[in-house]
C-alpha cells in the first residue's frame, strides 16, 4: 500500500512540474508504448485468447484495433504545428486552440476486450499530456499478467503506475475517473469519463429494408466476441409486414455461429447467466419462442410484457420483437434516454425519421460497424467519438491565449467607455438597431414527413371524400324535394 501511495505521490508531482506537456515526450511515451506491445505480439494474442475463449480471428481483431489505437494518437501528435501554437502569442498571433491534460487520469477497464478497453484510453492519455493510473486487480486474467510485465518497463515511472481499485476520495476528486465499469444510467452520467455497461443498444429493421443485409449485420454483432459487447443489439424491432423473411434470415446467419458452437466455449459471467435465466423463465411462460441451443439463441418475443423487452443482453441471444411501423418502433417503446447505440435497417428517408426522433448516443444507418463491437461503452456525458471510443479532448481542457485586439464590433463598445470621439452613443445605437440579415431560404420544395402526410390526406379529402359527400348531399336533397312534392299533393 505505502509503495502504491508513493507511486501516486510521484505522478502528482509530474504534474505540477507539466513534463507531460512537452510534445517530444508524449511521442516518446507512444512510441515506447507501441514497440512494447509489437514485441510482445505472440504473447499477448495468446494470453487474449486463453482469457475470452473467442475465435482466433476476433483475437487477431482486438489486437489489431489496440495496435491502430496507439498508431492514432501518435500521429495526432504535429512537432511543428505545435511548436507554432506555442510560441504564436510572441507573434502577435491568437493560440485559441490550447489544450492541455486534464492532469492525473484513472483507469478502471472492463473485462470485455479488455486488452483494447485498457490500450485506447491509455494511448488518448498520453497523447493528450496526462499522468495515467492504471488499476489492475489481483485475478487470473493473462492479459493482465502480460500488461504487468510489459507496461511499467515501457513508461515512465514518473507518469504511470499500476495500482489496486482507488477508494481515496481525495485522489479521485483531482483526477478524471475512465470508469468502464459503472453501472449508472445515461442520465446520471457526470463530467468523469464513465461508460454506462446498463444502458442498452437496439436495432430496428423497417419494411423497407435491405433483410439479408440486416439480419447478416445484427446476428454478427449480437454473436461476435461471446456476445458480451455492449454494442451489440439488446433488442430488434422488425416491422410486422416482413417479420417471418427476416427471422429466416437471421436463422441462416445464426446458423453459421451455431455451427461454431463446438469450437467456443460458453461465456461465463453474472450478466450473461442472468440473460440466459430470463430466456429461460420466457420459455417456460411460453412468452418466446426460441431457435438455437443452450447458448445461442434467435428469441422470438411473442408477449411484449416479458422482461427481456427492457433487459441489457449479455451473451449469445437475440431477443426479436415486432411493430407495426416507424411511430410504433419510436413512440410506444419504453426506450433509455438517450440509448447506448441505435442501428436503423431501411431506405434513405425511413432511417432519416428515426434517427431524427429516437435519441441515440450512436446512429448507424445500414451497418454495425465492428470496431465498436470492441472495447467499452463510450463515455456518454461526451461528444461520441465513432472511431476509438475516447479523444484528446476528452482528456484535454481548453486553455486559450490571445493577444490580437478584438474585432471591430467590441473595439467600439470599448471606444465608447473610454470616452473617444470616435464613437457616439448615438452611432453605437444606431449599430445596435440595425435588421439581422435576411436568411435567404428559398422556397420549400421539399415536404417532411408529416407535411407528405396532411398533403396526402388533402388530396384524398379533396379528390374523393368530398365528391362523395356532395354528391350523397345532392340525392337527399332530391329525394327530399320529391318526398315533400308527394306529401304536398
Same mark, same amino acid.
Given at each position: 500500500? @505505502? ?39 505472440? &504473447? ?10 473467442? %475465435? ?24 511543428? =504545428? ?15 486552440? /490550447? ?38 486487480? $489481483? ?29 481515496? &476520495? ?15 444510467? &445515461? ?7 464513465? &461508460? ?17 443485409? @440486416? ?29 417471418? =423473411? ?14 461454431? $458452437? ?12 442472468? %440473460?440466459?435465466?430470463?430466456? @429461460? ?9 426460441? !431457435? ?38 419510436? !413512440? ?9 447505440? *441505435? ?37 456518454? @456525458? ?8 475516447? %479523444? ?22 470599448? =471606444? ?12 453605437? /445605437? ?17 415536404? *417532411? ?41
Amino acid at each position: 500500500m @505505502a509503495s502504491q501511495e508513493a507511486a501516486i505521490e510521484r505522478l502528482q508531482m509530474a504534474v505540477i512540474d507539466g513534463r507531460t506537456e512537452n510534445i517530444r515526450y508524449r511521442q516518446t511515451q507512444l512510441r515506447n508504448l507501441h514497440s512494447a506491445l509489437r514485441n510482445e505480439a505472440a &504473447s499477448m494474442c495468446s494470453a487474449l485468447a486463453k482469457d475470452s475463449q473467442t %475465435s482466433n480471428a476476433e483475437v487477431e481483431t482486438e489486437y489489431y484495433l489496440a495496435m491502430e489505437a496507439v498508431r492514432h494518437f501518435y500521429d495526432s501528435l504535429n512537432f511543428e =504545428e505545435e511548436y507554432m501554437k506555442k510560441y504564436s502569442i510572441t507573434n502577435g498571433k491568437d493560440n485559441t486552440s /490550447r489544450r492541455l491534460g486534464v492532469g492525473l487520469v484513472v483507469i478502471r477497464p472492463t473485462s470485455h476486450t479488455r486488452f483494447y478497453s485498457i490500450i485506447t484510453p491509455l494511448a488518448a492519455a498520453i497523447s493528450a499530456g496526462n499522468c495515467i493510473v492504471l488499476e489492475l486487480e $489481483d485475478n487470473l486474467l493473462q492479459v493482465d499478467a502480460v500488461l504487468r510485465k510489459i507496461l511499467p518497463a515501457a513508461l515512465d515511472i514518473n507518469s504511470f503506475c499500476l495500482s489496486k481499485t482507488i477508494r481515496d &476520495s481525495s485522489i479521485l476528486e483531482i483526477a478524471v475517473l475512465v470508469d468502464q465499469t459503472s453501472t449508472a444510467s &445515461s442520465r446520471s452520467l457526470t463530467a468523469q469519463l464513465c &461508460s454506462s455497461s446498463i444502458t442498452r443498444t437496439v436495432a430496428i429493421v423497417d419494411r423497407t429494408a435491405d433483410l439479408q443485409v @440486416a439480419a447478416k449485420a445484427i446476428t454478427q454483432a449480437r454473436f461476435s466476441f461471446g456476445g458480451t459487447s455492449p454494442y451489440a443489439p439488446d433488442l430488434v424491432l422488425v416491422n410486422e409486414f416482413v417479420k417471418e =423473411e427476416f427471422f429466416e434470415a437471421c436463422s441462416k446467419y445464426a446458423t453459421l455461429a451455431f455451427a461454431k $458452437d463446438s469450437a467456443v466455449k460458453k461465456v461465463n459471467g453474472n450478466r450473461s447467466e442472468d %440473460s440466459r435465466k430470463a430466456v @429461460a423463465k420466457a420459455e417456460e411462460r411460453r412468452q418466446v419462442a426460441s !431457435f438455437g441451443s443452450n447458448d445461442f439463441k434467435l428469441v422470438q418475443i411473442l408477449d411484449k410484457s416479458t422482461s427481456l423487452m427492457k433487459m441489457k443482453i449479455s451473451g449469445r441471444y437475440l431477443p426479436i420483437a415486432t411493430c407495426s411501423g416507424l411511430i410504433d418502433a419510436i !413512440f410506444n417503446q419504453q426506450f433509455e434516454n438517450p440509448l447506448l447505440a *441505435g442501428y436503423f435497417f431501411a431506405d434513405p428517408k425511413s432511417a432519416k425519421y428515426l434517427a431524427q426522433h429516437l435519441l441515440c448516443h450512436i446512429s448507424c444507418i445500414n451497418q454495425i460497424p465492428i470496431h465498436l463491437l470492441v472495447g467499452p461503452a463510450a463515455p456518454m @456525458a461526451h461528444d461520441a467519438d465513432f472511431s476509438y471510443r475516447y %479523444s484528446k479532448d476528452m482528456l484535454s481542457v481548453a486553455r486559450p491565449q490571445y493577444v490580437e485586439p478584438p474585432a471591430e464590433a467590441f473595439a467600439m463598445a470599448k =471606444e465608447l467607455l473610454d470616452g473617444s470621439k470616435k464613437t457616439s452613443t448615438s452611432k453605437i /445605437r444606431a449599430l445596435a438597431i440595425v435588421p439581422l440579415k435576411p436568411t435567404g431560404q428559398p422556397a420549400n420544395d421539399h415536404l *417532411g414527413f408529416f407535411e407528405a402526410g396532411l398533403v396526402t390526406m388533402g388530396s384524398i379529402v379533396l379528390a374523393i371524400i368530398l365528391p362523395i359527400v356532395g354528391f350523397g348531399t345532392w340525392i337527399a336533397a332530391r329525394k327530399g324535394v320529391a318526398i315533400a312534392s308527394r306529401w304536398r299533393n
